[in-house]
C-alpha cells in the first residue's frame, strides 16, 4: 500500500488545480480589458499633442510628504546658491577690474585738460610729418628734381622740432605771457617754411619729367598736407595765447602727490571761469561724491567694498547673508553696474581720443545694455514648496537663476576684455594704479602713431606702411608682456615682446602694386593663416557678419560711430538709416555672408549708408602679414582694435589701394572694417599675404 | 519489497539553490536586454531629414548637441541659444576639449545658409569630429 508520501496522485491534482486557475485566469485578462486594466497596471487614456487619444499604462508614484519636498529643496537651493555666490564674486572681481581701468583712463583725461598738453600734442605730430618728408626727400631713391627742395626741408623739420620741444616745456611748467607770445612766434616760422618748401617741391614737380612727375606729385601732396596743418596750429595757439587759462602756474602732477584731491583742488579753482574747464569741473564733483561714500581710500572696509567709480560691491559676508532671491538681484544689478562702468569708460576713451570733452563723449558714445536675464523675484521667493508641482517650479527658476547669472558673468568678463584688450578669461594680475595708468597713456599714444600711419589719405596708391613695431608695442601693452593669444590653446604661451624680423638691411618697399587679374584668379578664400602651408601668396576674407546700414555721416567720413565700433554683440539689433519708402528706421541685425568673390557686397545695400563686417583671423603663432584693403568707397580697417587701414574719398575699388604691414597675434585675431557708400555700388574685399611674398 | 526511501526521511523541504539560481538567471537576463534611453538633449519639435545611408553610433555622455530648427533657431543642449552665444561657447570648447563630438541636428527644413553658418563656425575653431544626425527606421 502506497503511504501518503509515495503517492503521486495529491500532486497530480494540486498541478493539475493550479494550472486551471492560470489557466482562467489568463483566459479571462486576455479576454477582458477591463480587468487587465485594474489588475496589472492601471491605463490612462490621455490626448497627445497631436489630438489623438492614446492610452498609456500610469505609473504611480508615491507622493512625497511635505516634510521630504522641504527638504530636497533645502538641499538643491543650498547647492544652486554657492553656485550663483560664485558667479556674484567672479562679477565683483571684473567690476572692480573694469572700474580702475576707466579711472585710471578718465585721470588720463583730466591731465590732458592742460591746454598746454593739447597743443604739445599737435606740435609734437608736426615735427613727425616734417621728418617723415625730410626722409623721404633724403632718400636716394627720391627723383633729382627735388634735391634743391631739401635744405628747406632740413631746416623746417629743425626749427618744427625745436617748436614741438619748447611747447613741451611749456606744458611742463610756468607760462609767463611772453612765453606764449614766444611759442605763437614760432608756430608762424614752421608755417613760413612749410610755405616755402611746398612753393619749391610745386617748382620742382613743373621740371620733373615723367615718372618722377607722378612721385614729386605725391611728395608735394604731403607737403601741403603738413602745412595745412601747421596753419591749423598756428590759428589754434594764437587764440588759445590770448586767452587768460594759458597763463598757468606749475601744476604738480597728481600722482606725486600724497593726497590726490589737494592738486585737484587747486586746479579747479585755476579753472573755474574757464569754458574748457566745466567738463573737468563736474568729474571733481564726481569724484567727491566717491570720495564722501568711501571714507577709507583703498576701498578695503569689512561689509562692502566700494569700486573706484564709487559703486557699492558687495562683501563676501553680505553675500551670505543674502536670501536666493536677493543674490540674483544682486547678480543682476552687478551686471548694470558693468555696463554703466563700460560706457563711462568706452567714452573717456572716446574723449581722450578725439580730445572731446567728456560730457560730450559720454552723449555720443553707444552705451550697450547687456542681457539682465528673466524676472525670477517671485518664483525664488517662494523656497517653501509643498508638494512636487511647486518644488518643480521653484526647482526650474533656481536652474534659469544660475544659467542667467552665468552669462551674466561671462558677458562682464568680455566687455572687461574688450576695454582692456586682454583675453577674456586672463587671470594675470594686471598693473594697477599708477601703472596701469601709464600703460593706458603710452597706449593712447602708440594709437595715435598708428592712426597717423593708418590714413590713406595724401598716400598714393600701393603705397606699404609699416606697422608692425607698433602693433607689438600695443600688444606687449595689453598683456603686461607675457600672454598667450586670445582664446589659444594653453601651453603655448608666447612672449609678447616681439623680436621683430625686420633686419634693417632688408626694408619693405615703399609702395608695390598688384596684377588684380592674377591675384583675382590665384587668391585663396580662407580664414587661417599657416606660414609652413604650402599654399602661399594672397589670402582672401571671405566669410563675414555684415551689418547696416546706418546713415552715413555728412560732414566727415567716419565721424559718427556707430555701436559695432564699441562693442561687437553678433547677438544685438539696432535701429538703422531710414528707409526712404516706409519713412522707418531699419531694424539692422548681423547677417553672415560667406562668398568666393573677393569682392564683397553687402546685402542690402544702398547708397549714403554705413556697412560693419566683423570677422577673425587665426594663427598658430605671431604673424608678420601684409594686408590689402580695397573699398568701394570709403573704409576703415581694425585689427584686435587697432586702426590700421583708413581711406576716405570717393574712390573706386582697387586691390591694391594701401598695403600695411602688420603682426597678428598667434591665436584669434578679431577684424573689423567699417565701409560707406556714397553714391552707387559698394564693395569691400581684404586680403592678406605673409610679408615675405609682397618682396618677390 | 522495495526500501521505500521516504519512510526514514520525515522532514523533506524544497531546495532553495535552484529557486536562486533561476531568480539569478531572470535578473541576468533583464539587465542585458533592457536599453536604457540616454538623455540626447533633443529638440523636440524637430522633424529629421530620413536617410538609408546612415549609420548607428553608440550615446556618449560627452556628445555636443546642437540643433537648428525650421525656423533658423539654434539650440545648445537642447536649450534654445543665439550665434553669438553658441560661438563663444565654441571658443571654450576649443580651449577645453578640441576632440569632443559634436552632433548636429537639423529639421527637414532648416535654411540651408544657417547649417553654412553653425558648419563655418565650428570648422574655424577647428572642431572637426562633428556628425549629422539623421533618422533611420530600423534605429530610431
Known amino acids: ?63 512625497p510628504n511635505e ?121 608762424e616760422e614752421v608755417v613760413t617754411k612749410a610755405d616755402q618748401l611746398e612753393d619749391s617741391l610745386r617748382d620742382a614737380e613743373l621740371m620733373a619729367q615723367g615718372e618722377d612727375k607722378e612721385k614729386v606729385a605725391d611728395l608735394l601732396q604731403e607737403s601741403s598736407d603738413l602745412t595745412k596743418r601747421a596753419r591749423e596750429n598756428l590759428r589754434q595757439i594764437s587764440a588759445f595765447a590770448k586767452s587768460p587759462q594759458a597763463l598757468q602756474t606749475k601744476v604738480e602732477e597728481p600722482e606725486k602727490t600724497a593726497d590726490p584731491s589737494v592738486p585737484e583742488m587747486d586746479l579747479e579753482k585755476l579753472k573755474l571761469d574757464d569754458k574748457l574747464g566745466t567738463a573737468m569741473v563736474e568729474d571733481f564733483d564726481i569724484e567727491q561724491e566717491g570720495n564722501a561714500d568711501s571714507p577709507d581710500l583703498n576701498g578695503e572696509l569689512a561689509d562692502g567694498e566700494i569700486s573706484p567709480l564709487g559703486n557699492e560691491l558687495p562683501s563676501d559676508a553680505t553675500l551670505d547673508a543674502l536670501s536666493t532671491a536677493e543674490l540674483y538681484e544682486q547678480v543682476q544689478e552687478m551686471s548694470g553696474m558693468v555696463d554703466e562702468a563700460f560706457a563711462e569708460g568706452q567714452a573717456a576713451e572716446m574723449a581722450n581720443r578725439k580730445s572731446l570733452p567728456l560730457e560730450q563723449a559720454r552723449e555720443q558714445v553707444f552705451k550697450p545694455e547687456s542681457s539682465q536675464g528673466p524676472d525670477l523675484q517671485n518664483a525664488l521667493s517662494q523656497n517653501q514648496p509643498s508638494n512636487r508641482e511647486e518644488f518643480q517650479e521653484f526647482n526650474e527658476a533656481l536652474d534659469s537663476a544660475v544659467n542667467a547669472a552665468q552669462q551674466m558673468a561671462r558677458t562682464a568678463e568680455n566687455r572687461k576684455s574688450a576695454l582692456t584688450g586682454e583675453s577674456p578669461g586672463q587671470q594675470n594680475q594686471g598693473p594697477s594704479g599708477e601703472a596701469l595708468q601709464a600703460a593706458l597713456q603710452q597706449r593712447s599714444q602708440v594709437q595715435a602713431k598708428m592712426s597717423l600711419l593708418a590714413s590713406n589719405q595724401g598716400k598714393g596708391a600701393g603705397n606699404v606702411q609699416d606697422m608692425r613695431a607698433l602693433m607689438a608695442e600695443n600688444y606687449a601693452l595689453q598683456g603686461s608682456g607675457q600672454q598667450s593669444g586670445e582664446g589659444f590653446r594653453q601651453g603655448q604661451a608666447l612672449s609678447m615682446t616681439y623680436d621683430t624680423e625686420m633686419a634693417p638691411e632688408n626694408p619693405l618697399p615703399s609702395s608695390a602694386r598688384l596684377d588684380t587679374k592674377k591675384v583675382l584668379s590665384q587668391a585663396v578664400p580662407g ?30 567720413s567716419f565721424d559718427t560711430e556707430f555701436p559695432p565700433e564699441t562693442l561687437v554683440d553678433l547677438d544685438a539689433e539696432y535701429k538703422g538709416k531710414v528707409n526712404r519708402y ?44 601684409t594686408v590689402a584693403v580695397a573699398s568701394d568707397d570709403m573704409a576703415k580697417l581694425w585689427i584686435n582694435d587697432l586702426v590700421v587701414f583708413e581711406d576716405s574719398g570717393l574712390s573706386s575699388w582697387r586691390m591694391d589701394e594701401g598695403f600695411r604691414t602688420i603682426l597678428l597675434k598667434p591665436g584669434y585675431n578679431t577684424v573689423l572694417i567699417r565701409l560707406e557708400n556714397g553714391p552707387a555700388v559698394c564693395y569691400f574685399s581684404v586680403l592678406m599675404c605673409p610679408t615675405e611674398a609682397l618682396r618677390n | 519489497m522495495p526500501r521505500n526511501i521516504y519512510d526514514e526521511d520525515n522532514d523533506a523541504s524544497l531546495s532553495m539553490s535552484p529557486l536562486i539560481d533561476c531568480v539569478f538567471l531572470l535578473l541576468i537576463f533583464f539587465l542585458v536586454t533592457t536599453m536604457l534611453k540616454k538623455d540626447l538633449h533633443e529638440v523636440d519639435h524637430l522633424n529629421l531629414p530620413i536617410s538609408r545611408s546612415s549609420l548607428e553610433v553608440p550615446p556618449d555622455d560627452t556628445v555636443l548637441a546642437i540643433a537648428i530648427d525650421a525656423d533658423a533657431v539654434v539650440y545648445l543642449e537642447g536649450e534654445e541659444t543665439s550665434i553669438g552665444a553658441l560661438i563663444e561657447e565654441l571658443k571654450i570648447i576649443e580651449q577645453n576639449d578640441p576632440e569632443r563630438r559634436i552632433r548636429l541636428d537639423t529639421d527637414e527644413s532648416t535654411p540651408f545658409y544657417r547649417l553654412v553658418e553653425v558648419l563655418d563656425a565650428l570648422s574655424f575653431r577647428n572642431l572637426r569630429n562633428v556628425g549629422v544626425r539623421t533618422y533611420h527606421e530600423k534605429y530610431d
Open chain 1, 1 to 63: 500500500m502506497a503511504s501518503n508520501l509515495t503517492s503521486h496522485k495529491p500532486l497530480l491534482f494540486a498541478f493539475l488545480i493550479s494550472f486551471l486557475f492560470v489557466g482562467a485566469f489568463s483566459l479571462t485578462l486576455l479576454l477582458n480589458e477591463d480587468l487587465r486594466r485594474y489588475t496589472i497596471a492601471q491605463i490612462e487614456e490621455i490626448t497627445d499633442e497631436k489630438g489623438e487619444k492614446v492610452k498609456r499604462v500610469k505609473i504611480e508614484k508615491p507622493e
Open chain 1, 67 to 187: 516634510e521630504q519636498v522641504r527638504e530636497i529643496s533645502r538641499n538643491q537651493e543650498r547647492k544652486k546658491r554657492e553656485e550663483l555666490k560664485k558667479k556674484a564674486r567672479e562679477m565683483r572681481e571684473t567690476i572692480y577690474e573694469i572700474e580702475e581701468v576707466v579711472e585710471a583712463q578718465k585721470k588720463n583725461l583730466k591731465k590732458k585738460d592742460n591746454p598746454w598738453e593739447n597743443m604739445a600734442d599737435s606740435a609734437d605730430e608736426i615735427a613727425e610729418l616734417s621728418e617723415q618728408l625730410q626722409n623721404k626727400l633724403a632718400d636716394e631713391a627720391a627723383p633729382e628734381a627735388v634735391e634743391p627742395t631739401q635744405p628747406k626741408s632740413e631746416s623746417l623739420q629743425e626749427i618744427a622740432e625745436n617748436y614741438a620741444e619748447f611747447i613741451e616745456e611749456l606744458a611742463k611748467s610756468t607760462v609767463t605771457g611772453s612765453d606764449a607770445q614766444k611759442a605763437v612766434t614760432q608756430a
Open chain 1, 527 to 556: 580664414r587661417r593663416l599657416d606660414i609652413r602651408s604650402k599654399r602661399q601668396g594672397w589670402i582672401f576674407l571671405d566669410t563675414w557678419y555684415v551689418i547696416g546700414p546706418w546713415q552715413r555721416p555728412q560732414k566727415k
Open chain 1, 582 to 625: 516706409t519713412k522707418q528706421e531699419m531694424d539692422l541685425k548681423w547677417r553672415f555672408v560667406q562668398t568666393e568673390n573677393i569682392r564683397i557686397n553687402p546685402p542690402d545695400e544702398i547708397s549714403d549708408a554705413v556697412y560693419y563686417g566683423y570677422t577673425e583671423v587665426f594663427c598658430e603663432a605671431a604673424t608678420e602679414v
